[in-house]
């Protein structure tokens, strides 16, 4: 079945350190991936993603490579700021209408001053 | 980007009373919604898929005569649980999928219900 594995939390750096988060997924077909970020007390906010191999996604500093050859999907930043303290889901959609989004378990950051 | 509301954003409810959710989807069509439990510090968990004219599916183990879905229009889904508990307590987040590609799913806010 499809399925997504994320780095447990809480991960916790300082300020202007470089993130990885490392996102695996197990899927049939091609599906889209996502990274979405959830701030303390609201919902999900896509961050970034990408259809299909090779892809890049970026926002706000964060990046991540669709890797079919590796199934991952790792999320980065340069330099991290308070303000990217969160969690953050990896998930899939497979290419099919009406297909359920699959999440991982979610990471927590936390970023020190 | 397409925009998902929901109301209330938060409730504050007595056990044994049914408390309603509505999720909208503000400037698209949606034949399809999701509707999402998340406990503290956990992932979101699928609790059904909301079909416009068509009765919900629930996932195992979502009684579905507790969460009771009605899609009443391609832009409403609600959500009522019935007979709340404490033990519904919950953050509650819907979702719908973008019409266009179905290659993205569009979230909303969350609704924080507490049962007392």
């Known amino acids: 079945g499809n399925s997504v594995t994320q780095m447990e939390g809480p991960v916790t750096l300082s300020e202007e350190a470089f993130l990885t988060i490392n996102c695996t997924y197990t899927a049939t077909g091609y599906p889209s991936l996502f990274w979405y970020v959830q701030y303390p007390g609201e919902g999900l906010q896509l961050l970034l993603k990408?259809?299909?191999?090779?892809d890049k996604g970026s926002n706000k500093g964060f990046e991540a490579t669709y890797r079919k050859e590796t199934t991952s999907f790792h999320l980065e930043k340069g330099s991290v700021q308070v303000s990217d303290s969160a969690v953050y889901f990896c998930a899939l959609i497979r290419m099919n209408r009406d297909d359920k989004i699959i999440f991982g378990k979610g990471t927590r950051l936390h970023i020190l001053p | 980007g397409a925009v998902v509301s929901q109301h209330p954003s938060w409730v504050i409810c007595k056990s044994g009373t049914s408390v309603k959710i509505e999720c909208r989807s503000l400037d698209f069509q949606a034949t399809t919604m999701f509707w999402y439990r998340q406990f503290p510090k956990q992932s979101l968990m699928l609790m059904a898929t909301?079909?416009?004219?068509?009765?919900?599916?629930?996932e195992q183990g979502v009684e579905k005569d507790k969460f009771l879905i009605n899609h009443a229009s391609l832009t409403l889904s609600t959500l009522t649980v019935t007979s709340a508990h404490p033990e519904d307590s919950s953050f509650y987040i819907c979702?719908?999928?973008?019409?266009?590609?179905?290659?993205?799913?569009?979230f909303g806010p969350g609704t924080r219900l507490t049962v007392l």
């Open positions: 909301s079909n416009e004219g068509s009765k919900a599916t629930y």
């Open positions: 979702s719908a999928p973008d019409s266009s590609s179905y290659n993205e799913q569009f």
């Open positions: 990408a259809t299909k191999a090779d």
